[in-house]
T-cell receptor, first 118, second 110 residues
Framework: GAVVSQHPSWVICKSGTSVKIECRSL??????MFWYRQFPKQSLMLMAT?????????EQGVEKDKFLINHASLTLSTLTVTSAHPEDSSFYIC??????????????FGNGTRLTVT | GDSVTQMEGPVTLSEEAFLTINCTYT??????LFWYVQYPGEGLQLLLK?????DKGSNKGFEATYRKETTSFHLEKGSVQVSDSAVYFC?????????FGTGTRLLVSP
């Protein structure tokens, strides 16, 4: 079945540095990818929607200059957390959907990335 | 805005016990409802779905019925197995943009 690979699965970084998370669709073309964030004991919250070749659409309250999203190809989207701070520590998870079955295709999720900022 | 509330876990059961994980929602319009499952070390997988009132979604022995009158979509299984141990997420929305509950961890012991 469809597989979404997310890398790294966990990362620890120092405050002020930037971290890049990759999300790849391995056996299908993902025209749309979604980035979610989950704090402990809370829901997955949609951060942004990215469409291949265009700018991402950010949800209210998400800083687009802090969470840079690039969806340069049909199989890869990246999320860069710039100038990370401890409050950015969270679980980030991506998902992808396809073009042809966009109206009926379920989302395929990556395994998530646990980010810890010290 | 739209929201999903699920029971807090962990839910701890013995093998072959009956499972219910409660899920209620608030939404404008008539969204589709989903249950996703996350096994240890893996991503979320769609378990079942229902797209309109009174629909019953089912898969792998799990069932959930879209109840508009009670705004609920409770997950049930008649006899759980150790391999069902995972985190279960209730969600609503379209197939692409989803609103998730907080997840309920299920632990099944032999």
């Amino acid at each position: 079945g469809a597989v979404v690979s997310q890398h790294p699965s966990w990362v620890i970084c120092k405050s002020g540095t930037s971290v890049k998370i990759e999300c790849r669709s391995l056996d299908f073309q993902a025209t749309t990818m979604f980035w979610y964030r989950q704090f402990p004991k809370q829901s997955l919250m949609l951060m942004a929607t990215s469409n291949e070749g265009s700018k991402a659409t950010y949800e209210q309250g998400v800083e687009k200059d802090k969470f840079l999203i690039n969806h340069a190809s049909l199989t890869l989207s990246t999320l860069t957390v710039t100038s990370a701070h401890p409050e950015d520590s969270s679980f980030y998870i991506c998902s992808a959907s396809t073009r042809d079955r966009a109206n009926n295709s379920p989302l395929h999720f990556g395994n998530g990335t646990r980010l810890t900022v010290t | 805005g739209d929201s999903v509330t699920q029971m807090e876990g962990p839910v701890t059961l013995s093998e072959e016990a009956f499972l219910t994980i409660n899920c209620t929602y608030t939404a404008t319009g008539y969204p589709s409802l989903f249950w996703y499952v996350q096994y240890p070390g893996e991503g979320l997988q769609l378990l079942l779905k229902a797209t309109k009132a009174d629909d019953k979604g089912s898969n792998k022995g799990f069932e959930a019925t879209y109840r508009k009158e009670t705004t609920s979509f409770h997950l049930e299984k008649g006899s759980v197995q150790v391999s069902d141990s995972a985190v279960y997420f209730c969600a609503l929305g379209g197939f692409q943009k989803l609103v998730f509950g907080t997840g309920t961890r299920l632990l099944v012991s032999p």
